[in-house]
């Protein structure tokens, strides 16, 4: 049940049709696990912060550099050398005092995803690298919850939802590995992609179904354009094809 003063909070959301108070209460018992609090990591967890997200579960082994701070705007320049955990959590708890933070400075592998995600209802891609981004996909599937994937390079971002037994997943897109490599990127383009994520988990959460599952969504923040691209489920792909 909502409270006077979050129903205030939330006063301009609750007013979306779609949302309503009834939404907005899912939002408040909602509990997200977010991969990475770096650039697409900060606009995604100040968005779902903002909103209202009841529970919010934090991952990322690394601490600030300077160089994060074109992008990653969680992260100040008082913060270098600080755990990004630990700055993130100081801040979406000042955003938002109402809602639950778990901040775990960790590496995600095969032996702690299965915990990370228990009891979840979503996660959230702010990876930079594939093979962490495999295994969020491969347990979201497992665990029979969505999975908001996004990623940027540059100008350019793209993203998708992948909802198990209904969506292609991230595996079914990529067939192969892609090395970990620093790259370049403009701090707007994990914004856009970033409040792109958080709308679908917002969206998700309170029963809007128009994702953006079967599709790719990719923009050119360079010509300002967006291009969609269907994905198709792969029958033989060894993350979700015994979904049938």
Known sequence: MLNQQERERYDRQIMI???GEKGQEKLQQA????AGVGG????????LAAAGIGFLRIVDQDVVDRS??????LHWEEDLQRPKVVSAVEK?????P??????????ITADNIADLASGMDAIVDAMDNLPIRYL???QAIRNNIPFFHGAVRGFEGRAMTVVPGKSACLRCMYRGDIPKEKFPVIGTAPAVIGSIQATEVIKYLVGIETLLTNRLLVYDGLNMSFTEFKINKNPDCDHCGHLK
Not at 40 to 47: F, T, V
Not at 92 to 96: E, F, G, S, V
Not at 98 to 107: G, P, W
């Open 17 to 19: 049709e779609a949302i």
């Open 31 to 34: 509990k997200v696990l977010i």
């Open 40 to 47: 697409l990591g900060s606009p995604i967890a100040i968005y």
């Open 68 to 73: 994060n701070l074109n992008r990653q705007v």
């Open 92 to 96: 979406l708890k000042k955003l938002n």
């Open 98 to 107: 109402n809602i639950a933070v778990e901040a775990l400075r960790q590496t």
């Open 136 to 138: 969020l996909n491969r």
